[in-house]
C-alpha cells in the first residue's frame, strides 16, 4: 500500500537517492525524462525542497512484497516537488483562473520508478499534492510536461488538469528544442 506525505528532513539522502534512480533507469526508454544528474532536479535544489517541506513522497509500506527489492531502505516509489515557482514560458498560458502567485501551486519533477509504472501511484500522488494545495487555500495546481509526453498527459488529464496551451523551446537546461505542454488544475 502507498501512503503519500511530505517528506521528513532527515529523508534528503533518499530523495536525492529516490531521483538519481529515476533518472538512470528512465534514460534511453520511451519514457526519458532528459534531466541530468546535479543539474536537473539539483541535489541543492532538493535539499532545499525537503527542508521547506515542498517534497511529497509516496511511500511502499514494509509489508508491500515489491518494497525490498524495487527501491531498496527508502521504500520511495514516487515524488514531486510543490511550490509556488513558474518558470519562464508560464506567462503564455491562457490560464483558467487569474490568481497571483501566492494563491497557485506549481507541481515540478515528478517521477515515479519503472517497477511502479501503471499501479495508480502517480495519479495517488498528483491528486494528493492537489488535495494539499487546496488544504493551504491555494486556488489552482499547475504543471508542465514535454509535449510529446503523451502518457504524463493523460495521466494529468484524469487527474482533473487542463491543458491551457503550448510553449516553445522551454526547456533550455534540458533540451531547448522541446516544447511544454501546460496544465492546471482548479481547485
Not at 65 to 80: I, W, Y
Not at 83 to 95: F, L, S, V
Amino acid at each position: 500500500m502507498l501512503e503519500v506525505r511530505t517528506a521528513r528532513a532527515d529523508e534528503i539522502g533518499a530523495v536525492v537517492e529516490f531521483y538519481t534512480r529515476m533518472i538512470d533507469e528512465m534514460r534511453g526508454t520511451d519514457f526519458d525524462v532528459r534531466w541530468r544528474h546535479g543539474e536537473h532536479p539539483s541535489e541543492g535544489f532538493l535539499r532545499a525542497s525537503v527542508e521547506a517541506g515542498e517534497v511529497l513522497v509516496g511511500v511502499l509500506g514494509a509489508d508491500d512484497p515489491d518494497a525490498p527489492a524495487a527501491v531498496g531502505a527508502s521504500r520511495l516509489a514516487c515524488a514531486l516537488v510543490m511550490n509556488g515557482e513558474t518558470d519562464p514560458g508560464y506567462e503564455q498560458g491562457a490560464w483558467q483562473v487569474e490568481a497571483p502567485p501566492q494563491d497557485v501551486a506549481v507541481l515540478h519533477v515528478v517521477a515515479t520508478l519503472p517497477a511502479f509504472h501503471g499501479r495508480g501511484f502517480a495519479r495517488q500522488l498528483v491528486n494528493a499534492s492537489a488535495d494539499v494545495a487546496r488544504a493551504s487555500g491555494k486556488k489552482a495546481v499547475r504543471l508542465d510536461t514535454f509535449a510529446a509526453n503523451l502518457r504524463g498527459r493523460r495521466l494529468y488529464e484524469s487527474c482533473g488538469f487542463v491543458c491551457v496551451g503550448e510553449c516553445p523551446r522551454f526547456y533550455p537546461g534540458i533540451d531547448p528544442t522541446l516544447p511544454a505542454a501546460l496544465y492546471e488544475r482548479v481547485l
